[in-house]
């Protein structure tokens, strides 16, 4: 399976909207992989993972080919991870050479409410683009050939946020952005399950969260529990993901702080195959 990060920070981009911060001054000065998108990922090179504001960039500097995506599953509604009005320029009157596939979109319901008020500006998106609104612990298989596990997230209540896990040729993947340590529902569904990846929220790095988000501590009490239920071994590849600007952080000292740990860092464009 191939796993490519496109964007990596959280709502506010990092350098942030107007931020003069200490931690995003040092992004503009240092630039590279300390310069953040919000959050987007892709899976293989068909199924996408959240549609922020920044997928044009995307697209325009980091290769993202929107031709090739069948199925776009989003975690929930904060508009760093779902833009509908961007999604909905999917039809004839916007794009030239659309292939004659229905985009398939999965969502909550509030996903689904904020992309049908989106879509009633536009002319035959209905054409287009096929939504299915999900709820936690359903599971579908996308027609590329992924299963999809949605999970409860502690993200935004009482909006079911969602993350997410999803197989094919006998991988699997946890999808786990935006959280906070997970839910008791969504651990005794873990039960009995290896992963051979994980992506895991650190938006709060050094703060302690555990609602909501979650930063280095919260991180590390996840892992650990996963592999006391034998979730994770050794050889399960574990990423963090989704940072905030926070303090005098850079993408160097966040590796730095987790060297010891057995973490990947993401940074935007970077990808792993497994």
């Keep these: 399976m191939k796993i490519t990060y496109l964007g990596t920070a959280s709502s506010e981009a990092w350098p942030a ?50 031709k090739k995506i069948e199925s776009l599953i989003i975690t929930h509604s904060h508009h760093d991870h779902f833009f509908p009005y961007d999604i909905c320029m999917r039809n004839a009157g916007f794009a030239e050479g659309i292939r004659p596939f229905k985009l398939s979109v999965y969502g909550n319901r509030t996903v689904e409410e904020k992309f049908y008020e989106a879509a009633s500006i536009f002319s035959d998106v209905d054409e287009f683009i096929e939504f299915h609104q999900i709820s936690p612990f359903d599971q579908f298989r996308t027609g590329d050939g992924y299963t999809v596990t949605a999970l409860a997230a502690d993200h935004n209540q009482p909006e079911e946020s969602l993350i997410y896990i ?85 993408h160097d000292k966040i590796c730095k702080e987790v060297e010891n740990k057995n973490y990947c860092v993401a940074y935007d464009g970077c990808q792993f195959v497994f």
């Design 166 to 250: 999803i197989q094919k040729n006998g991988q699997s993947v946890l999808y786990a952005h935006d959280t906070g340590i997970f839910p008791e529902i969504t651990w005794k569904y873990l039960e009995g399950k290896y992963f051979d990846f994980v992506s895991l929220d650190c938006t709060a790095l050094s703060r302690d969260w555990r609602k909501g988000h979650m930063g280095f501590r919260a991180v590390d009490e996840v892992t650990e529990r996963m592999k006391a239920m034998r979730c994770i071994s050794h050889d399960t590849i574990l990423v963090l993901n989704h940072f905030a600007h926070y303090e005098d952080y850079t």
């Design 17 to 66: 909207l107007f931020c003069d911060c200490e931690a995003c001054m040092l992004a503009r000065k240092c630039g590279g992989k300390n310069i953040r998108t919000r959050s987007q990922t892709l899976i293989g090179e068909s199924l996408l993972i959240d549609f922020p504001p920044d997928t044009n960039y995307h697209v325009q500097k980091l290769g993202l080919d929107l």
